[in-house]
């Protein structure tokens, strides 16, 4: 998952919904309140990886090995890009980026707290070890659903100006179906994707969540404030969430990080000279490992990452924040 969803979906369950009035059954006002939850998770989502576009940008170039790129670090691509293809070349791909956090970022936020108390119920499983089985099993959740959009998303970052493949989202949707395979084409390295982010989500979530209850038991006046929406929940203020989360993320990042990888290789497909040596995930690791070894392959372009955890989830959990109180979820 996603630094920023992972994070969102990572937040306590709110309160029991006091009884509405007016007309509407009690489903009726079930389905309104996912749905302020499905907004809140999916707007955030969306401000936090618009914040961070460039950098996402940036680290498909370098995972893949761009030729135009590959001899530069993450502060040089980031100057060459502009420079390239001006500075929109920096936002490539973030249009397909944003079809897809949306709803990844309220799939995973809706599935985690199902998955939360499927757990707590029926496995009498509690504490913070439901936390890392929820997680995992919401961050694959919402990877199955959103998948074929990511795959889009990464054809179209890889590109440069002048050399392009595809002219746009739907374009590249109808090529990759014509050319690779059908459906099949949009699921190029679902594996890894799968393997690396049952313990991304899961880590994610559970140092999160344990670093938030540790510190609102501990320190409830040092960290937290009262919610605006309900003065009865205690929320972290904003710099302590930032901390949180970028060392939640930061944690995540560092366990997965070779997957994440092999994952981009295999999205990237036939774009690739050496597509036919990355055909399966066994394949694309050993290749990956035995060209560029592990700091410069397997692990290439992970500082970017570390960069990409601040900013990401200070925005994502200040915007999410905003919107619980806005949308009354506390």
Not at 98 to 120: N, S, V
Not at 190 to 197: A, E, Q, Y
Not at 254 to 261: A, E, L, R
Not at 292 to 321: D, M, W
């Amino acid at each position: 998952m996603p630094a920023a969803a992972a994070a969102l979906a990572s937040a306590d369950p709110p309160p029991a919904m006091p009884p509405a009035s007016g007309t509407g059954g009690p489903a009726a006002r079930r389905d309104f309140y996912w749905l302020r939850s499905f907004l809140a998770g999916g707007i955030a989502g969306c401000c936090a990886k618009t914040t961070v576009a460039p950098l996402d940008r940036v680290k498909v170039l370098l995972q893949a090995h761009n030729h135009h790129y590959k001899h530069l670090g993450v502060f040089s691509t980031l100057r060459a890009v502009p420079q390239k293809e001006g500075y929109l070349g920096l936002y490539k791909g973030n249009g397909a980026m944003m079809i897809r956090i949306f709803p990844y970022g309220a799939i995973q936020f809706m599935a985690f707290e199902q998955y939360k108390t499927l757990i707590t119920t029926k496995l009498g499983i509690s504490g913070h070890v439901h936390r890392l089985m929820a997680g995992s099993m919401a961050g694959m959740t919402a990877v199955i659903c959103t998948y074929p959009l990511d795959v889009v998303r990464v054809r179209l970052a890889f590109q440069v100006k002048g050399e392009h493949t595809y002219t746009g989202i739907i374009h590249a949707f109808k090529t990759i179906y014509a050319k690779e395979g059908g459906f099949l084409g949009f699921y190029r390295g679902l594996m890894p994707t799968i393997l690396g982010m049952a313990p991304y989500a899961g880590v994610s979530f559970f140092t999160f969540g344990t670093l938030k209850s540790v510190g609102l038991s501990h320190a409830p006046t040092l960290l937290g404030r009262p919610s605006s929406d309900n003065p009865n929940v205690l929320v972290l203020k904003t710099h302590i969430n930032l901390l949180c989360g970028g060392v939640a993320g930061a944690i995540a990042q560092t366990i997965s990080y070779p997957f994440d990888v092999t994952r981009r290789r295999m999205q990237l497909g036939t774009v690739l000279p050496e597509f036919e040596k990355c055909l399966t995930m066994r394949e694309t690791m050993k290749y990956v490992y035995g060209q560029h070894g592990i700091r410069k392959g397997l692990y290439r372009g992970l500082s970017l990452n570390y960069i990409r955890c601040i900013p990401s989830q200070a925005v994502a959990f200040t915007t999410y924040e905003l919107m619980k109180q806005f949308l009354h979820l506390n």
